[in-house]
């Protein structure tokens, strides 16, 4: 092979979609998925706490004198 033929093989070779590439292009889009989840649904958002249970009614009050003069 000449020197124009290896260049040739070099360059066909370099158009290959090599293993890393194919790495950076699922990376990148896993990102922009992932971005895009969490800017449209509650993905990251914390779970709501639970509403307090309602009161119960009060006959008295701790630590005051309660009484009618």
């Known amino acids: 092979m000449g020197r124009l033929e290896n260049i040739l ?6 158009r290959k979609l090599t ?3 194919l ?3 699922a990376v990148f ?3 922009v998925v992932t971005i895009i989840l ?9 779970k709501a706490p639970p509403p307090a249970p309602p009161r119960p009614k009060a ?3 701790d630590g005051v004198l309660l009484r009618s003069h």
């Open 9 to 14: 093989e070099r360059d066909k070779e370099r």
């Open 19 to 21: 293993s890393r590439r």
């Open 23 to 25: 790495v950076l292009y």
């Open 29 to 31: 889009v896993l990102t």
């Open 38 to 46: 969490l800017q449209c649904t509650s993905l990251g958002m914390p």
């Open 59 to 61: 006959d008295h009050v």
